[in-house]
């Protein structure tokens, strides 16, 4: 199996999926540089986190413009699985193959601590390695995760099972307390409506070794490229 | 010819930095203020054109780069 890790000026993730990716694939990813404008032939893009452009202007909306999205926005539309963390998500958002918007969190605080997410939506691709409801933990790390949507959007969402996490307290409950950004209904990761792309704020990156103190990432990137694979 | 695009959240997306620059004022003992809205200009620079087309430009510009109409409303002006 093939990846590839896309890489803008001021990513800052982008080598710990590297070593997520790897960790679980026996092989390094590609790395592809923003300005590229063809992607080698993969199996999976993964777009990373960081402060692509030093989010001028919105976070995301430069990334999104750059050459290597035009292939990326094509390669999904076409089914290519993608997972856009963090940046990324916001990136996928404002190329437009996430609904949705990410905005300034709500409390107008830079959010850094691990949060306890509930797998909402089956999708045996990405979420396949956890149990149907289970509470996973990954880690947080954004000043604009506030989930919004349109009362439309919202509703197909929920409906369609394209919601994949929301932020909850440990036993699973989501409750306010839990919303670390004030993201509407605790929304922390989405799918588009085909499925084979996932945006989430919270690393999964981050949890890959005990070392790191978990490894609920490990079991989503051993699923994912055992899926894939 | 310049062109200024102002942007704006859409009524209903909130709006943290309008919220926390109206109670800083009201710290300041404005208490007239109500509701505060943030939003930003962009002036641009642009070759001599047409006035419609420059207007066409810079609706495309908002459009792909300038805006996020998921979340944003904007207009532009147009000056000599």
Same mark, same amino acid.
């Given at each position: ?19 997520a =990716? ?5 092989r ?6 923003h ?31 750059s ?11 076409a ?13 996928a958002?404002?190329?437009?193959? =996430? ?12 959010v ?5 997410l ?39 969402l929920e ?16 409750t306010?307390?839990a919303?670390?950004n ?18 989430l704020?919270?690393h ?7 070392m790191l ?7 989503f ?9 | 010819m310049?062109?200024?695009v ?18 800083? =004022? ?11 809205r943030q ?5 641009l ?7 419609d087309?420059?207007e066409?430009e ?8 300038l ?7 904007y207009?532009?002006? =147009?000056?000599?």
């Amino acid at each position: 199996m093939k990846a590839a890790v896309i890489v803008f000026p001021g990513s800052n993730c982008d080598r710990d999926l590297k070593v997520a =990716l790897a960790q679980s694939m026996g092989r390094d990813p590609d790395m592809v540089w923003h300005g590229d404008s063809e992607l080698p032939d993969t199996d999976l893009i993964a777009i990373p986190g960081g402060f692509s452009y030093g989010d001028y202007l919105r976070c995301g909306a430069m990334a999104a413009n750059s050459p290597i999205m035009r292939e990326v926005v094509r390669k999904a539309e076409a089914g290519t699985p993608v997972v856009a963390i963090c940046n990324g998500f916001q990136i996928a958002m404002e190329a437009g193959i =996430l609904p949705g918007a990410l905005l300034r969190n709500a409390n107008q605080k830079f959010v850094c601590h691990d949060v306890d997410l509930l797998v909402t939506a089956e999708n045996e691709r990405f979420v396949g390695g956890y149990e149907q409801s289970q509470v996973v933990r990954f880690a947080v790390a954004h000043h604009d995760g506030n989930f919004y949507a349109d009362a439309e959007t919202l509703k197909e969402l929920e409906g369609e099972g394209q919601v994949a996490f929301k932020y909850a307290t440990a036993s699973g409950e989501v409750t306010a307390e839990a919303n670390p950004n004030g993201s509407m209904n605790n929304i922390a990761g989405i799918y588009n409506k085909a499925g084979n792309v996932l945006g989430l704020m919270p690393h999964p990156e981050r949890m890959i070794s005990e070392m790191l103190t978990g490894t609920d990432g490990k079991t989503f990137f051993d699923h994912l490229v055992h899926s894939i694979v | 010819m310049k062109a200024r695009v102002y942007i704006s959240l859409k009524n209903g997306v909130l709006d943290p930095q309008g919220k926390a620059i109206s109670n800083s =004022l009201h710290g300041l003992g404005f208490t007239a203020v109500g509701e505060v809205r943030q939003g930003k200009t962009i002036e641009l620079d642009l070759a001599d054109m047409a006035k419609d087309k420059a207007e066409e430009e810079v609706e495309r510009m908002c459009q792909q780069l300038l805006a996020n109409t998921v979340i944003e409303n904007y207009t532009i002006e =147009l000056l000599d």
